[in-house]
């Protein structure tokens, strides 16, 4: 069944102003209770898990051909008209389709899974950093993300774009305090780039925690005094220290291997 249509051509339309806040503040998904995903490859994905969106947005000129593909993904599609869709876009290349959906209401620690292999992001600031090491999550077969205050926004449009989808494989929990991650009953381990054991030496436990850090910062010092061990990885190059997201798909997906080869 095919939802109804909405056409807007002013940029005064109350309708176009939200979804524009959406679309480029990165705050405005925590405030509205809805996430702006831009592009028919997050729309399929959220299609997959069975997702469905409030609203289905289209450029005007992108609307003919699109109608029958996406027309009854969403309860309600809004078609822009094509200048309007290019200034709601925060993309240099707008993909001239995308969807709003509704945030679950906010989670509270005691709806985590307690035993559920877990990535604990304290204070990663970056967009891209947050959205990459979401990505490596649900591809190492880690089910849940729990982000401390000061995390970038899971839901802002540059974290969504940077995860590809991964957000619908996971369940997410935002805006948590160190205390909050005691919850957890998994094995906690703290990434570092001084102290530790080696990775490759270590004999890593499934399922487990991984706690990554500010990228300036690191791993705060209330979080690591929780950790059951510190972990470092060899850089045999002499750098100081990796990208937070590089560092987290590294050692995510040594938890992953060595969950397959059971070591």
Do not use: Y
């Not at 940029?11 to 959406?22: E, G, I, M, V």
């Not at 998904?29 to 959220?46: C, I, N, T, V």
């Amino acid at each position: 069944m095919f939802a109804p249509a909405q056409h807007i051509h002013s940029p005064a339309n109350p309708l176009f102003k939200d979804l524009r806040r959406l679309a480029q503040d990165s705050a405005a998904s925590r405030k509205q209770g809805r996430a702006w995903l831009e592009g028919d490859h997050l729309a399929r994905a959220a299609r997959a898990r069975q997702v469905r969106p409030a609203l289905a947005v289209f450029a005007e000129s992108s609307w003919q051909q699109s109608a029958h593909e996406w027309a009854g993904l969403a309860r309600q599609n809004i078609v822009l008209a094509d200048p309007l869709f290019a200034a709601l876009s925060a993309l240099p290349s707008p993909a001239r389709m995308g969807i709003v959906i509704e945030l679950p209401l906010p989670a509270q620690p005691a709806r985590f899974a307690p035993g559920a292999p877990t990535l604990v992001l304290d204070r990663v600031q970056d967009a891209g950093n947050t959205g990459s090491m979401l990505r490596s999550a649900a591809a190492f077969g880690f089910t849940q993300v729990l982000a401390l205050q000061g995390t970038a926004a899971l839901w802002g449009p540059k974290v969504v774009r940077a995860g590809m989808g991964a957000h619908f494989a996971l369940h997410l929990f935002e805006g948590l305090q160190p205390e909050d991650i005691e919850q957890l009953a998994v094995p906690l381990l703290a990434t570092s780039s001084h102290q530790g054991q080696w990775l490759h030496r270590a004999a890593l436990p499934w399922p487990c925690a991984w706690l990554m850090g500010h990228e300036g910062q690191g791993v705060s010092a209330a979080l690591a005094r929780q950790a059951s061990a510190h972990i470092r990885i060899t850089q045999p190059g002499g750098e100081e220290s990796l990208n937070v997201a590089a560092a987290a798909a590294i050692c995510l997906h040594a938890s992953a291997a060595g969950r397959e080869t059971g070591e």
